[in-house]
């Protein structure tokens, strides 16, 4: 069955704090994974995504790692600030043009 | 330089009553993408359409539920016979075409809650 897991379900960090995300996933086949950021009340933005070739790809301060020999993927985040208290979504795309695999994100509060 | 529009953002129904949601893609989208997400879950595809055309519909409940994407005007959901287990977020997301095994954005709106009481 095609799952994707996260972990910590929820995490609390100090602003200017480093943390990083986990992601694993039993999807196959494999085309991509992203990474979405969601805030309250609004609509997943997409912050990364990585083919099977990459195994790391930056956008500003997120950086994501991807293994795709052992099916995980983080996401580290740097010098964290108060907005991006969010949740963040780790997505699996199998090999189809437009199926996703949703995990259920882990919460992320910076606390001042 | 709009982004997906969804209304309404909030909505409540009793049960047994039907709720429509109406998604307006991103200007020169043609594809959308209607998802749920229940309290502390993931997001649950649930169709995919196309102008006048479902591409998918294998995660729509049988029954009660059916979507829609007209050649003018917004795409719809609409839900009949509420009832409460249908109380969740609803996403709507707009692509151009896919291409199989490319890389392609889903550009979401920002929900619409339902709430059935």
């Known amino acids: 069955k095609n799952q994707v897991e996260q972990s910590p379900q929820s995490l609390i960090i100090l602003e200017g704090k480093n943390c990083t995300l986990q992601?694993?996933?039993?999807?196959?086949?494999?085309?991509?994974l992203r990474w979405y950021k969601q805030d309250t009340g609004r609509g997943p933005v997409s912050l990364t995504i990585?083919?099977?070739s990459e195994n790391t790809k930056s956008n500003g301060r997120y950086t994501a790692t991807l293994d795709a020999d052992t099916k995980q993927s983080s996401l580290h985040i740097t010098a964290s600030q108060l907005s991006d208290s969010a949740s963040y979504i780790c997505?699996?795309?199998?090999?189809?043009?437009?199926?996703?695999?949703w995990g259920a994100g882990t919460k992320l509060i910076i606390k001042p | 330089n709009a982004g997906v529009m969804q209304n309404p953002r909030h909505l409540v129904r009793r049960r047994g009553q039907e709720a429509r949601l109406r998604c307006s893609p991103m200007?020169?989208?043609?594809?959308v993408y209607w998802y749920r997400q229940l309290p502390e879950e993931g997001l649950k595809f649930m169709v995919y359409?196309?102008?006048?055309?479902?591409?998918?519909e294998s995660g729509m409940p049988k029954e009660r539920f059916s979507a829609e994407f007209p050649k003018e005007g917004p795409s719809i959901l609409r839900i009949q016979q509420v009832v409460r287990g249908d109380s969740a977020a609803y996403f709507c997301?707009?692509?151009?075409?896919?291409?199989?095994?490319?890389?392609?954005?889903?550009?979401f709106g920002p929900g619409t809650r339902l709430t059935v009481t």
């Open positions: 997301a707009s692509s151009h075409p896919p291409r199989s095994g490319g890389l392609y954005e889903q550009y």
């Open positions: 200007k020169g989208h043609s594809h």
């Open positions: 359409l196309q102008k006048e055309n479902i591409i998918d």
């Open positions: 992601c694993n996933y039993t999807v196959s086949p494999f085309s991509n």
């Open positions: 990585m083919t099977f």
């Open positions: 997505v699996v795309s199998p090999d189809s043009n437009y199926q996703l695999i």
